[in-house]
């Protein structure tokens, strides 16, 4: 019975991690949305994994996403995540 008890633990580990990733992707897609919105842009495409880190504790994620104001060029933007909260948001600049 106990030798089961080290794979429950690290499968809990990873259902926590991977139950926390989907919090955190989509709190940041939501504030993606409203940046776009805010800026009055058009979002165009699912967010892009970037990159996952540790900082202050927490789980710092970067996550990439696709906008555009006017004819056929896309325009990048980052949403950073630290932990389960928008850290920053950062769009590449566009034409007004």
Not at 56 to 83: I, Q, S
Request: hydrophobic letters at 50%; proline letters at 3%; glycine letters at 6%.
């Amino acid at each position: 019975m106990f030798e089961f008890f080290p794979w429950l633990i690290g499968l809990a580990l990873v259902a926590l991690f991977w139950w926390q990733s989907l919090g955190a992707r989509w709190a940041a897609r939501r504030a993606a949305l409203a940046a776009c919105e805010n800026a009055d842009v058009t979002f165009i495409d699912e967010l892009a994994f970037q990159r996952i880190s540790l900082a202050r504790g927490a789980l710092k994620r970067r996550y990439r996403f696709e906008f555009y104001r006017r004819g056929d060029r896309r325009y990048a933007g980052y949403v950073d995540m630290h932990g389960q909260r928008v850290a920053h948001i950062e769009m590449e600049p566009y034409p007004l």
